[in-house]
């Protein structure tokens, strides 16, 4: 069973990370892919993961923190992402995308916003490219940007592998995305009451291109929404998921995890290595 997308490098855990990887391998985890949002974040998901057996890393600056790309030179960025990616057990660029919501406490997005997340994505996407390494894409409100930014890259610079995480929009976007050769990631708001759209989309996703992911610490599933997400509660979007496609839940986690393996590249050599188990 894999969470293949989990901020365990967040605050939010700070005080029981090891109590939390101890629940997630007692739920039945054998693996945690712990996605970076800006570069320090980046750094916490590699310690994480060379700590803990079960850990592995993601490295990337989210649109939300493009401020970071902006109050730096892109080499410099672009030299502190390639010294992260030699680490040890990073297995992805992410999270990376667009970002067009407005958040609270946070100013409007304006176009010279939108343009910086734009060029910081690129970025990414040509990083991501150069390392043979899929990437993790984070898209809210931002949908057609993305699409066409995703395309006009693929065209010029060729193919390339990844996952559209926690994903949010209609069936026709679904399908260009699919036809892209990405896959797909769900969260726990899948579980939420009124939520008819997303187990939709649920059901129109194909199993050999389907990823789960908690997105913990946020979009707890039911029945513990309002509380702190965790990996080990990826059971109950496991269950859910195998609910509504009336297929069984260990055929939904064989597949899942195995779509997971090959799109990470999790080598059985991570697997032998002598680190700290808890």
């Known amino acids: 069973m894999i ?25 039945g985890l054998t693996e945690i892919i712990i996605p970076g949002a800006k570069l320090s974040s980046s750094k916490k998901a590699t310690e994480i993961s060379n700590k803990y057996n079960i850990c592995y890393s993601a490295v990337g600056i989210h ?5 970071e790309y902006i109050n730096k030179s892109e080499t410099k960025v ?21 970002d067009y919501y407005h958040y609270k406490d946070y100013p409007p997005v304006t176009q010279e916003n939108k343009n910086r997340q734009i060029e910081l994505f690129r970025l990414q996407l040509k990083l991501a490219r150069k390392n043979n390494l899929p990437v993790i894409i984070h898209c809210r409100e931002a949908q057609s940007d993305l ?37 797909i990631g769900f969260d726990g708001n899948i579980t939420y009451k009124n939520n008819q759209r997303l187990i939709n989309l649920v059901k129109l996703t194909p199993l050999n291109r389907l990823l789960l992911e908690t997105d913990a610490p946020y979009l707890t599933p039911e029945p513990f929404r309002g509380t702190r997400n965790e990996p080990a509660y990826l059971t109950h ?30 080598k059985k050599k991570f697997s032998s290595d002598k680190i700290t188990l808890l």
């Open 3 to 27: 969470d293949t997308h989990c901020h365990l490098n967040f605050n939010a855990f700070d005080q029981d990370l090891k109590e939390v990887i101890k629940r997630a391998k007692q739920a």
């Open 78 to 98: 672009l030299e502190r992402l390639e010294e992260l990616l030699k680490i040890r057990k990073t297995v992805a660029i992410g999270e990376i995308g667009m």
């Open 147 to 183: 699409l066409e930014t995703i395309t006009d890259f693929i065209k010029y610079y060729g193919k390339i592998e990844g996952v559209f995480h926690c994903f949010d929009g209609n069936q026709d976007y679904l399908s260009s995305v699919l036809n892209l050769g990405f896959y």
């Open 63 to 67: 649109p939300h923190h493009v401020t």
């Open 237 to 266: 979007i496991i269950n859910f998921v195998a609910q509504n496609s009336n297929t069984k839940p260990e055929i939904i986690e064989k597949i899942t995890s195995k779509n997971a393996r090959i799109l990470f590249k999790l």
